[in-house]
């Protein structure tokens, strides 16, 4: 399978609306032989998110029992893993590439599993882990601290699950409260609140 290179996604743009949005595409001009001979599209019927999950336990007054919570985990640290691992061809490197924006809400389960998706600020890290793009996207509450001064490691979308799985467990983000200022600023001095996790 090939990647196309951002740069030959600047020469024309088109419109196309779709029932919930209108969505803009790149009209690449690509070499014949770099043009792709099959277009696959999967697009698997999910039951839902974590972050759903969690509401609806917490309707009936319960929370995801840790056991099932660290299966969770495990799926999207194994996708993790796999994806920030050094071994996907782009443009003739072999590359990492760095999701971007791990979080409940993009942690979909599907027959007992977690499956990881929305890859819309996914980008690529070459040796040095340095970035490849010109910003960088994600939702600030699960950013990693580098990731705030626009820098991303091979480490950065793990904290972002770790922080995912605070959230899971105790029914709230580890910040003294949840508005943008409070959360730059908590991350800013390095501060997590990690009071409502247990031992076990």
């Not at 793009?133 to 990731?147: F, H, I, N, Q, W």
């Amino acid at each position: 399978q090939r990647v196309v290179p951002d740069d030959h996604l600047e020469d024309s743009h088109s419109f196309m609306e779709d029932t919930q949005r209108q969505t803009l595409i790149s009209t690449p001009q690509i070499a014949e032989e770099d043009k792709p001979k099959t277009l696959v599209i999967a697009m698997p019927v999910a039951e839902g998110n974590l972050l759903e999950l969690l509401k609806q336990r917490q309707d009936i007054g319960q929370e995801i029992p840790v056991e099932e919570l660290l299966i969770y985990m495990m799926d999207a640290a194994r996708a993790l893993d796999y994806l920030n691992t050094q071994r996907h061809e782009y443009a003739g490197e072999i590359v990492a590439v760095q999701h971007g924006d791990v979080k409940p809400e993009n942690l979909v389960l599907l027959g007992g599993s977690v499956l990881l998706c929305d890859f819309g600020v996914a980008r690529t890290l070459g040796d040095g882990a340095d970035t490849r793009g010109t910003s960088l996207g994600g939702s600030l509450a699960y950013m990693a601290p580098e990731c705030l001064a626009g820098q991303a490691s091979n480490h950065s979308d793990q904290f972002s699950l770790a922080i995912s799985y605070v959230e899971l467990r105790t029914g709230h983000l580890p910040f003294a409260d949840e508005s943008m200022s409070q959360v730059i600023e908590d991350r800013r001095k390095g501060v997590l609140n990690l009071e409502g996790l247990t031992p076990q």
